[in-house]
């Protein structure tokens, strides 16, 4: 069996400029699974597309690691 991609939405705080957005996307990018990563700066707002079970814990830390939270 095959997992089924999926797309997780979350919000974080401390984004604000592109320049925020592009370090976020590129902490985010590398993560195993990953397939797209959309972020928003307007919307605080990050989309992540993976291609089987999202690991939000990995996604979290990662966020966390490039100096922003993850709020929801």
């Known amino acids: ?3 089924q991609p999926t797309s997780t939405t979350v919000t974080i705080d401390g984004m604000t400029c592109g320049h925020c957005a592009a370090t976020i996307r590129d902490a985010v990018s590398p993560l195993a699974g990953v397939t797209n ?5 307007r919307s605080r ?4 597309r993976t291609d089987g ?12 690691d490039a100096g922003y ?3 929801s």
Request: negative net charge; aromatic residues 0%.
């Open 37 to 41: 990563v959309d972020v928003s700066v």
């Open 1 to 3: 069996m095959t997992s």
């Open 45 to 48: 707002a990050m989309t992540v």
């Open 69 to 71: 939270e993850v709020t």
């Open 53 to 64: 079970p999202a690991d939000l814990e990995a996604i979290t830390t990662a966020v966390r």
